[in-house]
């Protein structure tokens, strides 16, 4: 096990009817609030209202930002940083999933700097100061409620970066299973996929003894496996839903990677396809996961027989390790054609046509991950076995 510092100061609310405590969470960070949130589902599902009511009990003075797009857009971030700093703002409240939590993250660390918020990006700059933010979760998947993480999507270069910092974090997360009874079928199955993918980025390291971490992760896939299918089934079911949920925020909040080293390698890959086609990122963790893995088990096959006998159930019986690692990974990948998730490119209409450009920019800082250190022909190989 390596050595490691846990470290996350997020306020994490959870339980049904935590929305009523918003106007005293907020009130520490001062009247001038932007409230951030997407393209409308918070005013279907009557949240928005609750959320004015709440901010209006501490006399806050509210400016709104909505629009938020899934893959969240740099020139949507800008804005939110042109109302910052014409109204001087003093708090942000993201209201929403995973893009809305991270565009409200990027405003936080542009709103102060003085330079372009990409800068953050492309390790031009670092964050060292941002306004503070809070946030009410609506859907189970990134984990972003209880990170310092962003990821945004410049469209004009078409690319897809991330920018993080301990300044980051949410002073406060508010998670109510109730408010994701409402998330259509293909969001949670998008949802479904982005935790596991998280825990397997964590969960296939090199880094040797490390029951515990492997435990919490394999704790954590069995528990999204199963609820998974359940809130699928039964939207409302309040257990499952609240199972997603904290599963989605142990699988980034840190918790999972401490002493051990992270791979990475897929999200990376995802994000290059999503730039450019943007495609539901959970869409693209679905189809390259299984291909990832099938490319690279072979750098430690104690670790993906452990997983397919202990989250699968594979039977080892009779069988050789490549036999029962195979399993797992083709056990993985049926679970995410059974919950309705594309596995291959070509389902979500993608041909190799810019293979060669995502396979640049994916390892344009290098070989990606650690699990095994990918090439630029490592990546084009995993692309060209996912169409
Ligand atoms: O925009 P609205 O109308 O709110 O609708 C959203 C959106 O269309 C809808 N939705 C959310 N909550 C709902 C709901 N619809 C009905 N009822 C509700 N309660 O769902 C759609 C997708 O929302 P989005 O926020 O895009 O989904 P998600 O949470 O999966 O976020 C995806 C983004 O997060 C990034 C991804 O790359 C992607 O850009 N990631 C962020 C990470 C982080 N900050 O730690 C890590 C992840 O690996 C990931 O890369
Ligand atoms: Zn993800």
Avoid at 285 to 295: C, H, V
Avoid at 314 to 323: A, H, I, L, R, Y
Wanted: aromatic share 8%; net charge negative.
């Amino acid at each position: 096990m390596n050595g490691f510092e846990l470290y996350n100061t997020t306020r994490l609310v959870f339980g049904e009817g935590k929305v009523n405590q918003l106007g005293e969470l907020t009130k520490p960070f001062g009247q001038r609030v932007l409230l951030v949130y997407g393209g409308g589902s918070i005013k279907k599902s009557g949240l928005y209202d609750q959320v004015k009511q709440q901010l209006s009990l501490i006399g806050a003075i509210v400016q709104e930002l909505s629009g938020i797009e899934p893959n969240p857009r740099l020139t949507t971030v800008n804005e939110g940083i042109r109302i910052c700093r014409e109204k001087d703002i003093q708090f942000i409240l993201a209201v929403g999933g995973g893009s809305v939590i991270d565009a409200a993250k990027a405003i936080a660390a542009g709103a102060l700097y003085d330079g372009d918020v990409w800068d953050f990006t492309i390790r031009k700059a670092t964050i060292t100061q941002a306004l503070p933010i809070g946030t009410i979760l609506t859907l189970a998947a990134t984990g972003s409620e209880m990170n310092g993480g962003s990821v945004i999507t410049n469209l004009e270069t078409k690319q897809k970066r991330t920018m993080g910092s301990k300044l980051l974090y949410p002073k406060f997360s508010i998670v109510d299973p109730t408010l994701t009874f409402t998330v259509p079928v293909n969001q949670t199955v998008n949802g479904i996929i982005d935790i596991m993918s998280h825990v397997f980025e964590q969960y296939f390291s090199q880094t040797p003894s490390t029951p515990i971490q492997d435990r919490f992760a394999e704790g954590i896939l069995l528990t999204v496996i199963e609820n998974g299918e359940k809130a699928i089934a039964n939207g409302n079911d309040y257990d499952s839903r609240a199972n997603l949920l904290l599963s989605g925020t142990y699988a980034m909040n840190g918790i999972l990677p401490i002493g051990v080293t992270a791979d990475w390698a897929t999200h990376v890959i995802e994000h290059e396809v999503s730039a450019i086609y943007d495609i539901p990122h959970g869409e693209g963790l679905s189809i390259f996961f299984p291909n990832w893995m099938k490319f690279v088990y072979k750098e430690r096959i104690d670790k993906f027989v452990q997983f397919a006998t202990r989250v699968w159930n594979v039977s080892p019986e009779g069988k050789t390790d490549d036999e029962i690692a195979l399993e797992g990974i083709e056990a993985t990948r049926s679970y995410f054609k059974r919950i309705g998730s594309p596995i291959t490119l070509q389902e979500v209409g993608i041909n190799d046509e810019h293979f060669e450009r995502m396979a640049d920019e994916a390892t344009q800082f290098g070989d990606i991950g650690n699990f095994k250190k990918l090439s630029k022909e490592d990546v084009l190989s995993i692309l060209k076995a996912s169409l």
